[in-house]
T-cell receptor, first 110, second 114 residues
């Protein structure tokens, strides 16, 4: 049983479109992180959200943490081919252990 | 500056053999983590070191898996009597102090057990 469920698992859209990826759990996390992973590389941290209801923006990416700190979303505006990759959400259990979702593989077609 | 490095990048072994995977964390980072990533899945926590000691080894799947960090820097993940189900990418990460600090991941070692 996956502690963190990401949806969709695969997403292929055209350049310029908007998209949202969801990360849901029945557990409460002290923080939630979003990573991006390229083939042959380790995950790279994009953002950490800590407070329920928190919204963070990183250029065309908007991250939101649910009020109850159980779920999160990643919204990309005007997607570009360079956004292609595997997006992972991870919840922090206590101060050190990360629990990852299964990932969303995003493909942006030119 | 140098990031987290892992060697080898690829390891192919036969069922039943012993393997060692090495992780060199970012210099000065006291916390070190091992994760395993199976095909099509997110990373799965294995073990966390704070300094030389294993602070949390709850993710190690069974007693065939063991990890050490004798001098508080380099860590080695050891797998005995490998099984085909052990095939995965083994990721190492380090952070400055643990306790919620950002974890920086290495590129991983792809282990294939034939």
């Amino acid at each position: 049983t996956q502690l963190l469920e990401q949806s969709p698992q695969f997403l292929s859209i055209q350049e310029g479109e908007n998209l949202t990826v969801y990360c849901n759990s029945s557990s409460v996390f002290s923080s939630l992180q979003w990573y991006r992973q390229e083939p042959g590389e380790g995950p790279v941290l994009l953002v950490t959200v800590v407070t329920g209801g928190e919204v963070k923006k990183l250029k065309r990416l908007t991250f939101q943490f649910g009020d109850a700190r159980k779920d999160s979303s990643l919204h990309i505006t005007a997607a570009q081919p360079g956004d292609t990759g595997l997006y992972l959400c991870a919840g922090a259990l206590g101060a050190q252990k990360l629990v990852f979702g299964q990932g969303t593989r995003l493909t942006i077609n030119p | 500056g140098a990031g987290v490095s892992q060697t080898p990048s690829n390891k192919v072994t036969e069922k039943g053999k012993y393997v060692e995977l090495r992780c060199d964390p970012i210099s000065g980072h006291t916390a070190l983590y091992w994760y395993r990533q199976s095909l099509g899945q997110g990373p799965e926590f294995l073990i966390y070191f704070q300094g030389t000691g294993a602070a949390d080894d709850s993710g190690l799947p069974n007693d065939r898996f063991f990890a050490v960090r004798p001098e508080g820097s380099v860590s080695t993940l050891k797998i005995q009597r490998t099984e085909r189900g052990d095939s995965a990418v083994y990721l190492c990460a380090s952070s400055s102090r643990g306790r919620g600090d950002t974890q920086y991941f290495g590129p991983g070692t792809r282990l294939t057990v034939l």
